[in-house]
């Protein structure tokens, strides 16, 4: 079990540092170094670590561009390292292309969302705090209190909750 805690302190020790290098704009979380805990998930040793952690990473990158249930059956399969390897690189790739498709998408919504602005405020509205109030009370969400779900529903970015939020009523 040693061998697995300072595996695990060395991983913990090279996020830190790389926090450390911009703490500002980094983040990143810690794992747990008690060997109960891992023994509870089957591992014991660095390799058995390593292993779940890319079958944990196999498992988001499948279900992000897929389903969960999809990626429940795949993970379920006994996988060679070999065929591991070909899934993660094979997985890899679709998430970067859907990363690409989910980008272009938000950046289409963002200029379209903001062309639609610039109409309102040319038809009459005459300021961007009018434009989003007719644009909450066309999409029937003039009484919404929750200014993320504004964003979710116009399919814009959760950036734009801040212009929002002083748009939305409070709830009692």
């Known amino acids: ?4 805690v300072s ?13 450390d290098e911009d703490p500002k704009n980094r983040f ?3 794992l747990v170094s008690d ?3 891992w023994a509870e998930y089957g591992v ?10 890319d079958e944990t990473t196999l498992y988001e990158m499948i279900s992000s561009c897929t389903s969960k249930s999809y990626a429940r059956t795949v993970l379920a399969r006994d996988m060679t390292d070999e065929e591991f390897k070909k899934e993660m690189d094979y997985w890899s790739k679709e998430n970067e292309e859907q990363f690409a498709r989910d980008k272009a998408e938000e950046e289409k919504n963002v200029k379209e969302f903001e062309a639609r602005i610039t109409d309102l405020i040319n038809s009459g509205a005459g300021n961007r705090e009018t434009a989003l109030r007719w644009i909450m009370q066309a999409e029937n969400m003039e009484d919404e209190y929750d200014a993320g779900y504004i ?3 116009l399919h814009i970015p959760y950036s734009y909750q801040k212009e ?3 748009l939305i009523k409070e709830v009692a």
């Open 7 to 19: 595996h695990i302190e060395k991983m913990n020790a090279k996020t830190q540092l790389w926090i």
């Open 164 to 166: 929002f939020e002083p």
């Open 35 to 37: 060997p109960k805990h």
């Open 151 to 153: 964003c979710y529903s």
């Open 28 to 30: 990143g979380g810690m």
């Open 44 to 53: 014991t040793t660095p390799a058995q670590l390593d292993r779940y952690l």
């Open 1 to 4: 079990m040693n061998a697995l």
